[in-house]
Nanobody, 122 residues
Framework: QVQLVESGGGRVQAGGSLRLSCAAS????????MGWFRQAPGKEREFVAS????????YYADSVKGRFTISRDNAKNTVYLQMNSLKSDEAAAYYC???????????????WGQGTQVTVSS
């Protein structure tokens, strides 16, 4: 079993930046593909970004390409999401997830963190 703990959420003005972190424990981090998802109230959980085990390949939702960057540090068992130029409609709970497979859908992921809230004020 792997446990995931997100941090770094908070309140930011539209156009601002935040960096989310997700610390993993209880498993061999480098064997997991990692992803970030978000869910706003009344909406379905949606894919934001994912990164392969080595960190060489990354995948992004079209809506965040060019503004968000996912990265990982396997020595620190941590995955990051740098979010720039945040928009007011991107306020949501952001979740870190892990899979021993491959995926860009929530159903592809087996392990989830509790989420960290991002509030974007206009």
């Amino acid at each position: 079993q792997v446990q995931l703990v997100e941090s770094g959420g908070g309140r930011v003005q539209a156009g601002g930046s935040l960096r989310l972190s997700c610390a993993a424990s209880g498993g061999t981090f480098s064997t997991f593909m990692m992803g970030w998802f978000r869910q706003a109230p009344g909406k379905e959980r949606e894919f934001v970004a994912s990164i392969t085990r080595s960190g060489v390949n990354t995948y992004y939702a079209d809506s965040v390409k060019g503004r968000f960057t996912i990265s990982r540090d396997n020595a620190k068992n941590t995955v990051y999401l740098q979010m720039n130029s945040l928009k007011s409609d991107e306020a949501a709970a952001y979740y870190c997830a892990a899979t021993q497979g491959f995926g860009v859908r929530a159903d592809d992921y087996n392990y989830w963190g509790q989420g960290t809230q991002v509030t974007v004020s206009s």
